[in-house]
């Protein structure tokens, strides 16, 4: 296996990372509830992970905020974010090694658990 060296990869990731959690009982729901256009969206996080992980600054804008609006839409819960982690982590082993795939593993799990606090935060406001 190879590691994630460019967009195309990140491409991959994302189109198999949603495949996968658009069917599943946990997180499927949320995705399904909530209104946004998947042809939209797609792109919109190949630039955030193309961002993050390979230093091409093409995202522009806050995660945080729109999953605080998401929030207001379709509750998020921690189950929802354990189960997104755990396909986000697993599509990434099954497909990608080395250390800008270690990272995509890392940084997903650190921006999920900011997320979820700022998420709790803003709903104790």
Do not use: C
């Not at 069917?23 to 399904?32: C, L, N, R, S, T």
């Not at 986000?88 to 799990?109: C, K, L, Q, Y």
């Amino acid at each position: 296996m190879n590691d994630i060296k460019d967009s195309n990869d990140i491409r991959f990731l994302v189109d198999t990372f949603y495949s996968n959690a658009l069917i599943d009982p946990v997180i499927g729901p949320v995705f399904k509830a909530a209104a946004f256009s998947l042809e939209r969206h797609i792109p919109v996080m190949v630039s955030f992970w193309e961002t993050i992980l390979l230093d091409v600054v093409t995202y522009k804008g806050n995660p945080m905020l729109k999953h605080i609006a998401l929030n207001k839409e379709v509750p998020l819960h921690g189950e929802h974010f354990d189960q997104w982690m755990k396909i986000w982590e697993t599509t990434v082993r099954t497909h990608f090694e080395g250390p800008v795939a270690d990272n995509a593993i890392s940084r997903a799990s650190s921006i999920g658990q900011l997320m979820q606090y700022k998420i709790k935060q803003s709903s104790s406001l």
